[in-house]
């Protein structure tokens, strides 16, 4: 498969599941649907799958069987349902077979790869979300492929389903600090890496960038007061999604008692070309930087500004 999402498919199954070989013990059958912190996606995971602790899905105690569950965009199912119908194999052999599931008809491959000195099992599926599409994977060493065996995880990622929506609180808990305000903002979600938190009025339908957002997570930054205000204007000038920038100001402020610096710069973002203002707060605060960027079109400025500084002003260390 040449399409990007297929080449995603590959690569990010590959970078993801890396595991020791174990026995796992036990028979594996199907229990109740269950949907990992944070994501949409949920699955009945066979017996002996528990929920990870590193990344979104589900391993085994011993962490040598793993299922990868992940939310990619809308149009990755409807790219990957068009490429089958024109060239129906992978160029590494694997035969991609329709899935019915709970949240309707996937795309499902099972491959033989290699799992560190030894052989393994890895099953790769893409299912249509409404607004994103759904991507699971598992992969499953030799040594246990005689309890997870084909049939069994084929009818394990056949309950997979979706939900509507994940439980603004799922979100907050995930996050390394505590988030107290939220300022009436409409979408409330997770992103990867992070954990990072996005507060939108748009949503996925959008884009985000028409309408006033923030983005708040963790970062390294220098320990030096001497380094910060380089650091602070190459971190503004880098933000994802914006370009043509031209910064207004950039100070040392004191942020809930706290070393800190604003910088705000005027841009062009995303792919209508929005031109929009953009402030990014760094609170230093030990080895973990707080960084909040808020980003409005420039003729929603002035209402946006108060409510950034609402949801700034609302945060504090877990």
Do not use: C
């Amino acid at each position: 498969m040449k399409t990007k999402q297929f080449r995603l498919f590959s690569a990010l199954l590959t970078a993801t599941f890396i595991g020791a070989l174990a026995t796992v013990l036990g028979p594996a059958r199907a229990g109740e649907t269950v949907f990992p912190p944070g994501i949409r996606i949920g699955i009945n995971p066979l017996v002996g799958l528990v929920p990870a602790k590193t990344f979104t899905g589900f391993e085994t105690a011993d962490e040598s069987v793993k299922v990868l569950m992940a939310e990619l965009p809308e149009g990755a199912y409807g790219e990957v349902m068009n490429a089958l119908k024109t060239n129906p194999a992978l160029s590494n052999g694997a035969k991609p077979e329709s899935l019915e599931t709970a949240a309707g008809t996937a795309y499902y491959t099972v491959e033989t790869t290699r799992v560190g000195a030894t052989t393994g099992r890895r099953y790769s599926m893409i299912l249509p979300g409404g607004a994103f599409s759904g991507y699971v994977a598992m992969q499953v060493p030799e040594n246990a492929s005689k309890i997870y065996t084909d049939e069994a995880v084929r009818q394990m990622f056949a309950t997979t389903s979706v939900r509507k929506e994940v439980p603004t609180s799922e979100f907050l808990d995930l996050m390394p600090f505590k988030t107290s305000e939220l300022a009436d903002f409409k979408t409330v979600r997770a992103l990867t890496p992070g954990p990072t938190l996005l507060l939108a009025d748009g949503s996925e339908m959008t884009s985000f960038e028409t309408a006033p957002f923030m983005v708040i997570g963790l970062m390294g930054a220098p320990q030096s007061a001497d380094d910060r205000s380089r650091f602070a204007e190459q971190a503004a000038t880098s933000i994802p999604g914006v370009h043509s920038g031209r910064m207004t100001m950039s100070e040392p402020v004191r942020i809930d008692g706290a070393a800190g610096y604003e910088t705000r710069i005027d841009a062009i973002s995303g792919k209508d070309n929005t031109p929009v203002t953009v402030v990014q707060w760094l609170r230093f605060n030990g080895p973990n930087t707080l960084r909040i960027i808020g980003s409005a079109p420039r003729d929603q400025w002035d209402k946006a500004f108060p409510r950034f500084r609402v949801v700034r002003d609302g945060i504090e260390p877990r």
